[in-house]
């Protein structure tokens, strides 16, 4: 008896992302839309605004301006992740944030942050859950942004 699965329909993400295909799930690709099935019972464990509090907070802080109770640990202050539009001429960039994320920072490596991508996929069930998850934060981040 299989779970059921709900599609996500992801528009304009993914790109250069690798998403695994697992056994129960079809995601399929066209051009800048990527569709990520997920359980249907993990789906909200894969909210943005959650994941972002669980893992992202202690350094980031709740309000995501880098000051979360770890912060004052680190020898490199956590960025203020509502900035991120001012920083880049107002535009948020997107691929910069995911995958500064993963672990692959355009700049070279980040030197606290950890690299979230293998953290999301020990945390998930799928490749797709771990996908999703990334989606969000991505999305969550870039709902937060002060212009
Ligand atoms: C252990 C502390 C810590 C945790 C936990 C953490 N970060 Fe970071 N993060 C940092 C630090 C410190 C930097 C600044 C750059 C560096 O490390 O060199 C940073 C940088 C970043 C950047 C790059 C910002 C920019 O403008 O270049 C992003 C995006 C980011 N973090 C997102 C996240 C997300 C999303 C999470 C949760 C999944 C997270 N961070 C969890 C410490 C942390």
């Given at each position: 008896?299989?779970?059921?699965?709900?599609?996500?329909?992801?528009?304009?993400?993914?790109?250069?992302?690798?998403?695994?295909?697992?056994?129960?799930?079809?995601?399929?690709?066209?051009?800048?839309?990527?569709?990520?099935?997920?359980?249907?019972?993990?789906v909200a464990t894969c909210d943005g605004r959650a994941n972002?509090?669980?893992?992202?907070?202690?350094?980031?802080?709740?309000?995501?301006?880098?000051?979360?109770?770890?912060?004052?640990?680190?020898?490199?202050?956590?960025?203020?992740?509502?900035?991120?539009?001012?920083?880049?001429?107002q535009a948020f960039p997107e691929t910069y944030v995911r995958?500064?994320?993963?672990?692959?920072?355009?700049?070279?490596?980040?030197?606290?942050?950890?690299?979230?991508?293998?953290?999301?996929?020990?945390?998930?069930?799928?490749?797709?859950?771990?996908?999703l998850r990334l989606v969000n934060l991505v999305r969550y981040?870039?709902?937060?942004?002060?212009?």
């Amino acid at each position: 008896m299989s779970t059921p699965t709900k599609p996500f329909v992801v528009a304009g993400v993914i790109l250069g992302l690798a998403v695994g295909v697992s056994a129960q799930s079809v995601p399929t690709s066209s051009p800048g839309v990527t569709v990520v099935q997920v359980n249907a019972k993990r789906v909200a464990t894969c909210d943005g605004r959650a994941n972002f509090e669980q893992y992202c907070a202690s350094c980031h802080g709740i309000d995501a301006k880098g000051r979360g109770p770890a912060a004052r640990a680190l020898p490199t202050p956590p960025a203020d992740l509502t900035l991120i539009v001012v920083r880049h001429s107002q535009a948020f960039p997107e691929t910069y944030v995911r995958e500064s994320i993963r672990g692959n920072h355009a700049g070279g490596p980040l030197h606290e942050m950890p690299e979230w991508d293998r953290v999301l996929r020990s945390v998930s069930t799928s490749d797709q859950e771990a996908t999703l998850r990334l989606v969000n934060l991505v999305r969550y981040i870039e709902s937060i942004q002060q212009r």
